[in-house]
């Protein structure tokens, strides 16, 4: 299978997933909160046009309080730690995290140290891990689908 | 190296040398702490020898004192010159060469916040790197700070260069910024749209890499190289690795030596075909932004199926390369023929277009003088008239074999930057078909299973410019490890290239220069 055969199986669900909840597209801000740069060239490479997830109802936005998700790479130097905060705060609510690199689900290489948090889950509530040191864009997209269904579940509690 | 340089040295000094050390292309001088100034000075100005990196080590447990290196890079003959002094612990302290060399600057503010050494003097004593909220006694990289160590939040407040007058306000920006693009800050001061200054505030990915370097094992140290700057990967590795191979005194086999120049000009394509998608985004050229991005997506799938990784990662080790890529011949050169087809074409198009022609050329201009004095490296430097190229003055991997040209333009523009850049792909291209074709049957690595005590310089070209390692090993560990990433020498360069722009034309020029926070900040 090629590429593009893998992404357009994911996008179309990730679609309709997306619609059925949102009523319209999702909207991601992504959080460097110290990564190595890799993960950016990833999130970068989601919006080319062979990924082009705009098409699947994927909008990345300029700021937080215009995102239902903040997608945080790195994890979390110490001189990133209040900036992160203060943009998971300025996020409104109903909000997903998604942790997305291996620095940001446990600080991989970077660890525990002075300058590094070990984790974006130390420091916000995670809702999804996307692993990879960087994750393939397929699985960005896929980390995504796991998300969306998440905040489906986190509406459905508030309600009952 | 000729011993020309010592001789004037004590010729114009006298007895200023304490001790002289030769390894391979490296000569190191130990000299008397207060003629430093001066034979820098002398150095930089009379030889023109660009200054390429200067660094501490805490060397008190050996030698009982801190030591500071001044890497002086003798292009001519391939070979460095370092110059050293001892700094006692009892005088923390030693004179500031910025006024006489302004590529100092930064060096010497790192190594007051990570070693608590005071550079006297200087021009701009504010911190760099470790921020107003931390304590003033901490020290991250001497020897008895413990890498675990959490630091308290103290009060404190970072106080911004002031631009005052009639109609001056101030744009705060970051670090969060409204891209998908690494954290930094900046502070601009404008007048209507004219900018009148800018202040850059970086060092928000700080990440304690070099310490992390002295904590973990050289093996899995090439990883962490790797993870200084994400898109310059193989550049890293491989300096980080020649440095090691360097004092271990092994010599890599061909194949290897292929291999990683493949690499090396695999990962240049992307990040510059990368660099120009972005500059045909911000200034509004779609058409030919989703094109480079195809071409570099197209790359990046080449990666994977060449080395597994997109980013080109895993695949240099100590000694050489981990996996071969023989079999994988055709696909390169089928990808690069199309690839240089279509380059070409979308060229054309994004040169002649007058739109994109406005927005490009005179702006950003990065002058010569000031691209010399900052020592601007890489395809800005080459932009800005800066005959300089690691691959050509400082052979490594198998670039003494091949034949490229290095692209040098003078305008220091947007539009010279990105001419060097499209230049260099299809010099790029011609390295690796050219590499293929010699590329012979053989080893890929070679064992090395003693890592003797010492030290050595690594470098490489990223697509960046000059990147730099400089690593001394004990008993199969890193004692000291210090990365230069080509940022690191660039960054300033924004605060000069912006002025007089407009506000909206900064998001040009920062892509135009291609900048790293990750590999700045460490």
Same mark, same amino acid.
């Given at each position: 299978?090629t590429?593009?055969?893998?992404?357009?199986?994911?996008?179309?669900?990730?679609?309709?997933?997306i619609?059925?909840?949102?009523?319209?597209?999702?909207?991601?801000?992504?959080?460097?909160?110290?990564?190595?740069?890799?993960?950016?060239?990833?999130?970068?490479a989601l919006?080319?046009?062979?990924?082009d997830?705009e098409?699947?109802?994927?909008?990345?936005?300029?700021?937080?309080?215009?995102?239902d998700?903040?997608?945080v790479?790195?994890p979390?130097?110490?001189?990133m730690?209040l900036?992160l905060?203060?943009t998971?705060?300025?996020?409104p609510?109903?909000?997903?995290?998604?942790?997305?690199?291996?620095?940001?689900?446990?600080?991989?290489?970077f660890?525990?140290t002075?300058?590094s948090?070990?984790?974006?889950d130390?420091?916000?509530?995670?809702?999804?891990?996307i692993?990879?040191?960087?994750?393939?864009?397929?699985?960005?997209?896929?980390g995504?689908?796991?998300a969306?269904?998440?905040?489906?579940?986190?509406?459905?509690?508030?309600?009952? | 190296?000729?011993?020309?340089?010592?001789?004037?040295? !004590? @010729?114009? +000094?006298?007895?200023?040398i304490?001790?002289?050390? $030769?390894?391979?292309?490296?000569? %190191?001088?130990? =000299?008397?702490?207060?003629?430093?100034?001066?034979?820098?000075d002398?150095?930089?100005?009379?030889?023109?020898?660009?200054?390429?990196?200067?660094?501490?080590?805490d060397?008190?447990?050996?030698?009982?004192?801190?030591?500071?290196?001044?890497?002086?890079?003798?292009?001519?003959?391939?070979?460095?010159?370092?110059?050293?002094?001892?700094?006692d612990?009892?005088?923390?302290?030693?004179?500031?060469?910025?006024?006489?060399?302004p590529?100092?600057?930064?060096?010497?503010?790192?190594?007051?916040?990570?070693?608590?050494?005071?550079?006297?003097?200087?021009?701009?004593?504010?911190?760099?790197?470790n921020?107003?909220?931390?304590?003033?006694?901490a020290?991250?990289? !001497? @020897?008895d +700070?413990?890498?675990?160590t959490?630091?308290?939040? $103290?009060?404190?407040?970072?106080? %911004?260069?002031? =631009?005052?007058?009639?109609?001056?306000?101030?744009i705060?920006?970051?670090?969060?910024?409204?891209?998908?693009?690494?954290?930094?800050?900046?502070?601009?001061s404008?007048a209507?749209?004219?900018?009148l200054?800018?202040?850059?505030?970086?060092?928000y990915?700080?990440?304690?890499?070099?310490?992390?370097?002295e904590?973990i094992?050289?093996?899995k140290?090439?990883?962490?190289?790797?993870?200084?700057?994400?898109?310059?990967?193989?550049?890293?590795?491989?300096?980080?690795?020649?440095?090691?191979e360097?004092?271990a005194?092994?010599?890599?086999?061909?194949?290897?030596?292929?291999?990683?120049?493949i690499?090396l000009?695999?990962?240049?394509?992307?990040?510059?075909?990368?660099?120009?998608?972005g500059?045909?985004t911000?200034?509004?050229?779609?058409?030919g932004?989703?094109h480079?991005?195809?071409?570099k997506?197209?790359?990046?799938?080449?990666?994977?199926s060449?080395?597994?990784?997109?980013?080109?990662?895993g695949?240099?080790?100590?000694?050489?390369?981990?996996?071969?890529?023989?079999?994988?011949?055709?696909?390169?050169l089928?990808?690069?023929?199309?690839?240089n087809?279509?380059?070409?074409?979308?060229?054309?198009?994004?040169f002649?277009?007058?739109?994109?022609?406005?927005?490009?050329?005179?702006?950003?201009?990065?002058?010569?003088d000031?691209?010399?004095?900052?020592?601007?490296?890489?395809?800005?430097?080459?932009a800005?008239?800066?005959?300089?190229?690691?691959?050509?003055d400082?052979?490594y991997?198998?670039?003494?074999?091949l034949?490229?040209?290095?692209?040098?333009?003078?305008?220091?523009?947007?539009?010279?930057?990105?001419?060097?850049?499209?230049?260099?792909v299809y010099?790029?291209?011609?390295?690796?078909?050219?590499?293929?074709?010699?590329?012979?049957?053989?080893?890929?690595?070679?064992?090395?299973?003693?890592?003797?005590?010492?030290?050595?310089?690594?470098?490489?070209?990223?697509?960046?410019?000059e990147?730099?390692?400089w690593?001394?090993?004990?008993?199969?560990?890193?004692?000291?490890?210090?990365?230069?990433d080509?940022?690191?020498?660039?960054?300033?360069?924004i605060?000069?290239?912006?002025?007089d722009?407009?506000v909206?034309?900064?998001p040009?020029?920062?892509?135009?220069?291609?900048?790293?926070?990750?590999?700045?900040?460490?």
């Amino acid at each position: 299978m090629t590429v593009e055969d893998e992404l357009e199986i994911m996008g179309q669900r990730l679609n309709e997933k997306i619609k059925n909840i949102f009523g319209r597209s999702l909207h991601i801000r992504e959080v460097d909160a110290g990564s190595c740069n890799a993960c950016e060239v990833e999130v970068t490479a989601l919006s080319n046009p062979i990924y082009d997830i705009e098409r699947f109802g994927i909008h990345i936005v300029a700021s937080p309080r215009h995102a239902d998700m903040l997608l945080v790479t790195g994890p979390v130097t110490r001189n990133m730690e209040l900036a992160l905060l203060k943009t998971y705060n300025a996020t409104p609510e109903p909000k997903l995290v998604a942790a997305m690199g291996s620095c940001a689900c446990n600080g991989g290489i970077f660890g525990d140290t002075y300058a590094s948090g070990g984790g974006i889950d130390k420091f916000i509530p995670v809702d999804v891990y996307i692993p990879g040191c960087p994750p393939r864009p397929q699985a960005v997209i896929f980390g995504l689908m796991v998300a969306v269904d998440k905040l489906d579940q986190k509406i459905r509690k508030k309600e009952a | 190296m000729k011993s020309e340089y010592t001789d004037s040295i !004590r @010729k114009e +000094f006298g007895s200023v040398i304490l001790d002289e050390n $030769v390894s391979r292309n490296e000569t %190191y001088l130990t =000299v008397k702490k207060d003629s430093a100034v001066k034979i820098c000075d002398y150095l930089y100005h009379h030889f023109d020898a660009p200054l390429v990196s200067i660094f501490a080590a805490d060397e008190r447990k050996a030698d009982g004192c801190f030591k500071i290196h001044y890497v002086f890079s003798l292009d001519k003959e391939d070979a460095f010159l370092i110059i050293k002094i001892n700094i006692d612990e009892k005088s923390p302290e030693f004179s500031s060469i910025t006024h006489k060399i302004p590529s100092a600057n930064w060096y010497e503010r790192e190594i007051q916040d990570m070693f608590g050494l005071v550079p006297k003097g200087h021009p701009d004593p504010r911190r760099l790197i470790n921020f107003e909220d931390w304590p003033s006694d901490a020290y991250p990289l !001497r @020897k008895d +700070f413990d890498i675990r160590t959490k630091l308290p939040r $103290v009060k404190g407040e970072y106080v %911004y260069r002031r =631009v005052e007058g009639e109609g001056v306000y101030e744009i705060p920006v970051g670090p969060v910024h409204a891209g998908v693009i690494e954290p930094g800050h900046f502070r601009f001061s404008v007048a209507g749209e004219p900018i009148l200054n800018l202040e850059i505030r970086h060092f928000y990915t700080h990440k304690g890499i070099e310490k992390l370097f002295e904590n973990i094992s050289i093996d899995k140290a090439v990883f962490l190289a790797e993870r200084v700057s994400g898109d310059n990967s193989v550049a890293h590795a491989v300096a980080f690795c020649q440095a090691i191979e360097k004092i271990a005194g092994a010599k890599i086999p061909p194949r290897a030596k292929y291999t990683r120049t493949i690499l090396l000009e695999l990962e240049r394509l992307y990040n510059h075909l990368g660099d120009i998608a972005g500059i045909a985004t911000d200034v509004a050229y779609a058409f030919g932004a989703a094109h480079a991005n195809r071409l570099k997506e197209e790359v990046m799938q080449l990666n994977e199926s060449v080395t597994g990784s997109r980013l080109l990662r895993g695949m240099n080790t100590i000694g050489g390369v981990r996996r071969d890529i023989g079999g994988r011949e055709e696909l390169i050169l089928e990808k690069l023929s199309s690839l240089n087809l279509d380059f070409s074409d979308l060229m054309e198009l994004l040169f002649a277009s007058p739109s994109v022609a406005d927005r490009i050329e005179t702006t950003g201009r990065l002058y010569n003088d000031i691209a010399k004095g900052l020592h601007v490296v890489g395809p800005a430097g080459r932009a800005s008239g800066i005959d300089r190229d690691t691959r050509r003055d400082h052979p490594y991997a198998a670039y003494r074999e091949l034949a490229f040209d290095v692209p040098v333009l003078k305008s220091g523009d947007v539009n010279a930057r990105t001419r060097v850049r499209s230049d260099e792909v299809y010099e790029s291209i011609s390295l690796i078909e050219q590499a293929l074709s010699r590329f012979s049957d053989g080893d890929i690595k070679v064992n090395i299973k003693e890592i003797p005590d010492g030290y050595a310089l690594g470098y490489t070209e990223a697509p960046r410019g000059e990147t730099l390692y400089w690593v001394k090993t004990s008993k199969n560990r890193i004692e000291r490890c210090k990365v230069r990433d080509p940022s690191f020498c660039n960054w300033l360069a924004i605060e000069y290239a912006v002025l007089d722009n407009i506000v909206p034309d900064f998001p040009i020029i920062n892509k135009s220069l291609s900048l790293s926070y990750s590999g700045n900040d460490m």
